[in-house]
């Protein structure tokens, strides 16, 4: 291969098959750097993305998909003070808005977006923290600003977002409950969070866990019917954040209780290209508790390369004969990291 090429797997028509093009290599413009990408992490959004199935989170075709990254700083470009040539990293930094995705052997970024891959964590693995670090802690920290002696219910724990909003509450030392269902009740548990049958009615687990008084906070990352059991699971007072809040919803139990509701849209940050620093320092933080030991990304086992990104797709959604995936996805782009 050229140095100046690269190879990318570019979608070129709505859910259409992905296909490895020999592209121009990226050059890192004012206030960038290039990463050599190593793992590319994979959401449910990517998925939906492809298909033309989010209307908030559009990405003009061709294109190449994937919002999440780790890898090496290779170049840099002019104002560029915080990263060298060499440095590891991860971030959350395109496949959405027209910005190139992830899922290429190069990609030229915007450096506030990045921070310091965490020393302790593989490529694979810091690869598909940054999406669901952010949604995480922008609910949890910056909207419910969550602490020590509170109680904070998780609706779906074991997901991508719900694995990291548990383990973020723990760390700053709140009383964890989640729901979950199947094998992903022992995984709150192991994570240190009270599991609920996702089953049970809420009014019931509501009585069980705090006297029928309610939660402190309520982080719900499923949206839905959810959303809903969730204004009736939050105390008087209290406050539930949603990343999934787009449907239609009563808020009758929410003002009886005097409660407060607020959304979390990650993607505006990259879209209206505003508060692109924080994107950075949330993900300083995180990674400052991946090296004390109190947040871990749950990663599937199964390898995937960049040849088999459509697999990869298939998993994340469960389709096609493939298992659904057991914790996050990562595709990985550079072989040696494998």
Known sequence: MSTSTMTAAV?????GPFVLRELDRPKP???QVLVQIAASGTNPLDAKIRADGA???????P????MDLAGTVVATGPGVEDFRTGDAVFGLTGGVGGLQGSHAQFAAVDAKLLARKPESLTMQEASVLPLVVITAWEGLVDRMQVHAGQTVLVQGGGGGVGHVAVQIALARG???FATARGKDLEYVRSLGATPIDGSVDTETYVAEHTGSRGFDLVYDTIGGDLLDASFRAVKRFGHVVSCLGWGTHK???LSFKQATYSGVFTLHTLLADEGRAHFGEILEQASALVEAGKLRPRLDPRSFQMED????????LGRNGAARAQGKIAITIDSQFD
């Open 11 to 15: 979608v070129e028509a709505t859910n």
């Open 29 to 31: 413009g004012p206030g």
């Open 55 to 61: 209307p908030h989170a559009k990405q003009p075709l």
């Open 63 to 66: 294109a190449i998909l994937g």
């Open 174 to 176: 709140a009383k964890v």
């Open 251 to 253: 808020l009758a139990p």
């Open 309 to 316: 990104i459509m697999a990869a797709y298939d998993a994340v």
